[in-house]
């Protein structure tokens, strides 16, 4: 594993990053940042991918676009949404890796040894 460079964080920056995770913490956020992860979609593709209603969506890539994680351009009635910010898949990856990793890990010791030699 990668060591990591501790930095010192003013009260200010922790703010910030714990600002970051809060947008990062609801799921229906999430399922947005999913559905115009390699492409430009508008609002209504955006509603049909993730399955929500237009108000809460909307009110959601409002969120998404404060906090700089997406963008937003107006081409006549319709609004288009795309990601502003890559590097936010960046740590969605390690959060899906660890998680992986940890739940290997919860199978591994919940399992009898050989279980998984039997099952092959």
């Known amino acids: 594993m990668a060591k ?3 930095r010192e964080l003013s009260e200010a920056a ?8 809060k947008v990062l ?3 229906m956020r999430l399922k947005i940042l999913h559905a115009v992860w390699d492409d430009e979609r508008t609002v209504g593709e955006i509603i049909g ?8 969506v909307s009110k959601h890539l409002g969120v998404l676009q404060q906090a700089g994680l997406v963008a937003r351009r107006k081409d006549g009635l319709r609004v288009f949404y795309r990601i502003a ?3 936010v898949f ?4 390690v959060v899906c890796e660890s998680l ?4 290997s890990q919860q199978i591994d ?3 009898p040894r050989g279980a998984a030699r039997r099952r092959a």
Request: with cysteine.
């Open 49 to 56: 991918a993730v399955g929500g209603l237009q108000a809460n």
């Open 25 to 27: 913490a609801e799921p």
């Open 85 to 87: 910010d890559p590097t």
């Open 14 to 21: 922790l703010a910030m990053i714990a600002e970051r995770f």
């Open 4 to 6: 990591h460079v501790k």
């Open 90 to 93: 960046d740590l969605c990856e």
């Open 109 to 111: 010791e919940i399992q």
């Open 100 to 103: 992986h990793d940890r739940l």
